[in-house]
């Protein structure tokens, strides 16, 4: 990252020197963190900021993911190396063996992305986690734009956005109650764009989807689904093979992708800078329901 | 567009539906092309579906359902666009008297402050609160917005009476650097071009003012402050006998060779190397996150601060502080709540509250013993161990801290250190 001269940060410098600062409060004050980890570029971009901030130490807390069933097999070949290469300790948390145990209830009406809260909850219980850090981003979704950084959850795992903590200075107020937990969100002032730049300048490994490649999809309420098993054709839907890149990763029955050529960090940039449509807007069939569609996933206590 | 090597601006956003307010924010985002399709469609069929025959830019920032169903903003909302010379953050925060504590909120961590008021009403109580609240909380940048020109005709006369009301009033509070612009957004006046209306005005257009006012050194570079946040240690056979003190420059250049003091203990020594990951930097100033490491083996632990032998903190447990409260039950002296100063906890006691202010007329009210919820007062504190303060009017980082309730854990008032002793 670039210094300027004249005692000046670069924006990318100043986020990094702000994320870093929130990962290390966080591993001071709290007995048990965690990494929510979904193997999405902003949960990427964290790993590496964690990576950071203990260097040349480990990263003292160990990396959460909620396994859909559902994921894309090249995010979790991507976990994989990162877990690896940075010698975490990786829990995982299936929804498989939620639905199973009775933790959560699968209708067959509700999504696994819904199924996610409940599987995450409980992890979060059984493991006695009391911080866990997420990707999110206030430049994301209207809901998220008033999170606070550290951001409350009560017994329930659930988010008062009503009665949130003042947030001042960079004076983050740690306290709980047994039982409650707090979400961490480091990345919480990058926008996406600042995602990619910083992709692009620290040369992070990231899932191969997100740049333009064949895929064999099908159209379904405007947004293109990658054909699997998982994601029975309705009547009147037919595959065609595009050119398409993923510009959000999630379960693979609700995460659309879009007809790109970009195929390096350079033109995914390009395109972000004229895109007109927000990532989720674009390509998440989740947050498309309701106008408070990510509010109440949030007061749930989704990520 | 947000390319690596821009800097950064964090500016707050102080006033109500009528000053327009979420007008002027919308054409900035608008203007940038911040917004997105989907973003703006939402708030256009929201506005249709009220039965507005105008697009409400105020629902780009009203998130919660609550604040959607009563049509006000509640919280502080954070907002980001980039033009290719900067990339800036807006606190934008409700102009609500019952919602002082969120401008102190978004006000803490600007650069700059932007006040709006009315040009047909000139200054009103709000602004004013505005303005002092800003001041109080050392946001050294201050751009009054003459909005809705196009209401009075562009008319100079109107804007050089409300410029020079204010400038007046402004003498009384510490701004150091005041700029007034006429606009209006709704027309788009001085927004983000100079207007063609207002050949009198010759200053900059309110963009072209946020994209070069100069923010770097307003922090403080010459007294070193180091609050060690986490010791780093690796235990691996690589890295034995490493040990770094990680942490968030609050003030100075911190250089390989520098002797440093480490408070409380008193013990002095030399910085060997600043590593930043896996680099190792010449210097390093605020706001950098790095890990310091020092030549002799001397005991530092988190809450500890590095510095210069000549040139500390005094470590102080009887402090003197503008404190705004936050919280429905009052402030009262004897009162006893949990404190974070830096990278310090410790617990305080409310020994007198000396005045409360009020933030429309400046009056000092000395005969209030407590502060009620959004009211802002001076009040002496004894903290159960020293803190390493500096006054809040030298550095914004060393000279805060916020009050947590004990038995709630909720966060209850935000203090501005006057002096220790």
Known sequence: ?303 | MAGPAMDLLRFATAGSVDDGKSTLIGRLLLDSKSIFEDQLEAVESTSRSRGYDYTDLALLTDGLRSEREQGITIDVAYRYFATPRRKFIIADTPGHVQYTRNMVTGASTADLGLVLVDARQGLTEQSRRHAVILSLLRVPHLVLCVNKMDLVDYAEDKFDEIHAEFTSFATKLAIPDLTIVPISALKGDNVVTRSAHMDWYSGPSLLHHLENVHVASDRDLVDTRFPVQYVVRPKSDEYHDYRGYAGRVAGGVLKPGDEVLVLPSGMTSKISEIDLFDKQLDEAFPPMSVTVRLEDDVDVSRGDMICRPQNAPQPSQDIDAMICWMSSTPLRPRQKLSIKHTTRAARTMIKDVQYRLDVNSLHRDLETKELGLNEIGRVQLRTTSPLLCDPYEKNRTTGSFILIDEATGVTVGAGMINSSS
């Open chain 1, 1 to 303: 990252m670039t210094v300027h001269a004249d005692y000046r940060l670069s924006q990318l410098a100043e986020l990094e020197a702000e994320s870093i600062h929130i990962f290390r409060e966080v591993a001071a004050e709290f007995e048990k963190p965690v990494l929510m980890f979904s193997g999405g570029k902003d949960s990427i971009v964290m790993m590496r900021l964690a990576e950071k901030a203990f260097f040349p130490a480990k990263i003292p807390f160990p990396v959460l993911q909620i396994d859909t069933g559902y994921d894309f097999p090249e995010v979790l070949q991507t976990r994989d190396h990162w877990v690896d290469r940075l010698g975490v300790r990786l829990v995982i948390a299936s929804v498989e063996d939620a639905i199973a145990s009775g933790v959560v209830v699968d209708d067959g009406k509700t999504s696994r992305n819904r199924l996610q809260t409940g599987t995450l909850l409980h992890a979060i219980e059984e493991e006695g986690f009391t911080a866990a850090f997420g990707g999110g981003r206030r430049d994301e979704e209207k809901a998220r734009a008033k999170e606070r950084v550290y951001s409350h959850r009560d017994d329930f795992g659930q988010w008062d956005p009503k009665n949130q903590r003042p947030e001042l200075w960079s004076l983050y107020n740690g306290r709980l109650h047994a039982g409650e937990h707090m979400r961490i969100f480091p990345l919480s002032n990058w926008t996406e764009l600042d995602i990619w730049h910083y992709i692009g300048a620290e040369e992070i490994e990231i899932p191969n989807i997100y740049f333009a490649h064949q895929r064999r999809v099908f159209l379904r309420d405007n947004m293109l689904f990658s054909e699997s098993e998982h994601n029975p054709m309705r009547a009147g839907e037919k595959i065609e093979e595009r050119t398409v890149r993923f510009r959000t990763v999630g379960d693979l029955t609700l995460t659309g992708c879009v007809e790109s050529q970009a195929d390096t960090i350079g033109a995914v940039i390009d395109e972000i800078a004229i895109a007109r449509v927000t990532e989720r807007g674009a390509t998440r069939g989740d947050d498309r329901f309701s106008e408070a569609a990510m509010e109440d996933r949030k007061r749930e206590g989704y990520f």
